[in-house]
């Protein structure tokens, strides 16, 4: 049995506090849904667990059984049985989904040779295209491919919590039960404890929660049972104001650089 | 030097043209950012029999052995400094004429590559023995051919010289080595591959010479109608490493592709320099150059696409990007357009940055290290091109050669940063 816990989180992006004090704590295979308005901070947190660079930590400390993971960079917060789960997948160009996975095993001592079976399996299971396998990472596919990609990478590897930031964004009907039945079948099979951000209840009408929480205006205002979700279904967030956004251009604004290899005349 | 006479003619024709022209200066367009200034001829001497440097010393190399083992079937051509030549092998399509035998027939060498500046009329007058590779048309598998030049002889200049001619509706596959020691020596290659109509020819120039060795190298080219050349370049030694390409779309239908990887390392320099020429309708040019800069190393890449009036329903890409590993190394990328015709599909990108953030990212979040992360990164970013070799299979040998590379980048580096923090401590 492994616990997450989150406590007093503060970040800030380009100076601007967006975290303002999270407090969640996840047990091994629990599963938690963040839900919340546009701008509430629920992609900083992701981030900011996993050490994406462009996020400042203010506070707080994020402990997986007690050894706090905000001082370690992000292979060993991953090394540690933390995974990311991510809303935009990134390209990687001439690199495919086994040397990295194999490079990950490697550096944390398992067997590499492995690696071609389990994912073969993994994406069997998620119905993951095994042609894509040997491509370069996250190339030319779909957005439900990218996301049951992410599925086959959480399944090799492990982890023993996963954030999940926005996974159902992009996704089809079969490809978000896919991804949603492997999830839950990891929070029983190995214990996985699931952090589930996301802005729409789509998501959990297939990964079913044990606890949701609406984080707002960078706090978690509330936290309940299920039934939460069906709530904010029917009123929406109108009780938690949307007057906080994330800094303009999203992502782009956490600091980092424009593709230096974008083709100027695509 | 042997040859025949017509040949000894050819050479004094061209001794005289290179004592009555300058050499090159950063001054002509076409040398600008290049090393050219630095070069001291009198430091180098050809090598001959009779002459003060003899060519004792052997040449081996890992991934030389690996790209041989790779092509077990090719005719092989080992070209010794001194002229000699010795070939294994054999295809029924094709023939290797060493035109300094006895008897060797004439061959229009320089009809493609002309001489565009001093040093190429220099390869004429001293190339020890210049080469022709005919290929036919043949049933089955491509006729490969690899061409091996080892240089290891302190103040050696070499004058390789190859022309390579696909017949009408042939196939051909040609690989060229350069392996070197760690000489100071000047290794001047030129290199004229013809594709008649129809014709098809994959060639890959390897340069793996000493991190003292400079190379001056000319690559032509003319395709002829329907005719397709990919042609790569792997330049990965020496101390300044200079390949210039002249890839002519000469007949209507012609295809050219030209692919480069290019890894400099330590105080390296590779200075590409390519001309995308088209001189016919519906001709099209397609070229890939991806180059990795680290430590204190620099890189230039200049590019011209020219289409001639007349040259109608042309197409022509460019693409350069550099990675550029570490702060002390330095990338440059300049590509240029002239279009003298209307109706032409035209595109050129050329990128220098450092290894995206993100890409980094992504791969740590999987719980890669920074520093695997990083190679996986740079490797994959070269592997686009290795992927589009026309040579497939050396291209495994080519991976482990970027890979050592890449360890020795990573090496150099942690030396450097070890002296700088000495000398801050100090």
């Not at chain 1, 992701?46 to 994020?62: A, E, F, I």
Request: aromatic share 4%.
């Amino acid at each position: 049995m492994s616990t997450l816990v989150i406590e007093g989180l503060r970040a800030t992006v380009a100076g601007r506090e967006i975290l303002r004090g999270v407090d969640l704590t996840v047990h091994s295979g629990e599963v938690h849904a963040v839900m919340g308005p546009n701008g509430a901070g629920k992609s900083t947190l992701s981030h900011v667990l996993m050490g994406r660079p462009g996020y400042t930590v203010t506070g707080g400390q994020v402990l997986l059984d007690g050894v706090d993971l905000l001082p370690l960079p992000t292979w060993k917060r991953a090394q540690a049985g933390l995974f990311l789960g991510m809303q935009y997948p990134i390209e990687v160009p001439g690199v495919s989904l086994r040397d990295v996975l194999a490079e990950a095993f490697t550096a944390s001592g398992r067997d590499a040779t492995q690696v071609p079976a389990l994912v073969g399996a993994e994406a069997a299971r998620v119905g993951f295209d095994e042609r894509f396998l040997l491509r370069s990472m996250n190339a030319d596919l779909s957005g439900g491919e990218r996301k049951r990609n992410e599925t086959v990478q959480l399944g090799v590897l492990g982890p023993r919590f996963a954030v999940l930031d926005e996974i159902d964004s992009g996704l089809d009907v079969d490809a978000l039960r896919a991804v949603s039945r492997r999830i839950e079948a990891a929070t029983t099979e190995s214990g996985l404890g699931v952090l589930a951000i996301t802005h729409y209840t789509r998501l959990l009408k297939e990964l079913h929660p044990d606890r949701v929480h609406v984080l707002s205006k960078g706090r978690i205002v509330t936290s309940a049972g299920p039934e939460l979700a069906d709530e904010l279904e029917s009123t929406g967030y109108a009780g938690w104001a949307e007057d906080m956004e994330e800094p303009a251009g999203g992502a782009t604004a956490a600091g980092r650089p424009p593709d230096p290899f974008a083709d100027p005349f695509a | 030097m042997r040859g025949p006479s017509w040949l000894g003619a050819l050479r004094s024709a061209a001794f005289e043209r290179y004592s009555s022209s300058p050499l090159p200066t950063e001054a002509a367009e076409e040398w600008r950012y290049s090393r050219i200034a630095e070069l001291d001829l009198d430091r180098y001497a050809p090598v001959t029999d009779a002459g003060p440097i003899s060519s004792s010393e052997t040449v081996s190399d890992p991934v030389l052995d690996a790209i041989l083992s790779a092509l077990p079937d090719a005719v092989a051509i080992e070209v010794g400094m001194d002229g000699t030549v010795a070939v294994t092998g054999h295809h029924p399509a094709v023939a290797v004429t060493d035109l300094a035998a006895d008897n060797s027939p004439e061959a229009p060498i320089g009809a493609i590559a002309g001489e565009p500046d001093a040093l190429v009329s220099l390869n004429l007058a001293l190339a020890a023995a210049p080469l022709v590779v005919d290929v036919g048309r043949s049933s089955g598998a491509v006729p490969t051919v690899i061409v091996v030049h080892r240089v290891g002889t302190n103040g050696a200049a070499v004058f390789p010289r190859l022309l390579v001619r696909v017949a009408r509706n042939a196939d051909a596959s040609i690989v060229e080595v350069l392996a070197g020691s760690d000489v100071e020596s000047l290794v001047v290659p030129v290199t004229e591959l013809q594709v008649d109509d129809a014709g098809r020819l994959a060639y890959v120039h390897v340069q793996m010479l000493g991190r003292r060795t400079w190379q001056i190298a000319l690559q032509s080219s003319a395709v002829g109608r329907d005719a397709t050349l990919t042609s790569a370049a792997i330049s990965l030694g020496c101390d300044y490493a200079r390949m210039r390409t002249d890839s002519a779309l000469v007949a209507p239908g012609s295809t050219g592709k030209l692919l480069a990887v290019y890894f400099a390392d330590g105080h390296q320099m590779h200075d590409l320099r390519t001309n995308q020429d088209h001189r016919a309708p519906q001709s099209t040019s397609d070229l890939y150059f991806k180059g990795v800069v680290a430590n204190r190393s620099r890189s230039v890449y200049t590019g011209l696409i020219r289409v001639e009036k007349g040259a109608r329903a042309t197409n022509a890409f460019q693409t350069n990007r550099n990675l550029v590993l570490h702060e002390g190394a330095h990338a440059d990328s300049v590509p240029n357009l002239e279009i003298e015709d209307n109706d032409v599909r035209c595109s050129h990108a050329s990128a220098v940055g450092p290894i995206d953030a993100d890409q980094l990212f992504y791969l740590e979040s999987r719980g890669v290290p920074t520093e695997a992360a990083g190679r996986l990164i740079a490797l994959g970013f070269l592997d686009e091109v290795l992927d589009r070799l026309p040579v497939p299979a050396i291209a495994a040998p080519l991976r482990l050669a970027l890979a050592a590379k890449l360890d020795e980048a990573e090496s150099i580096e942690a030396s450097l940063v070890g002296v700088a923090e000495r000398e801050v401590a100090g």
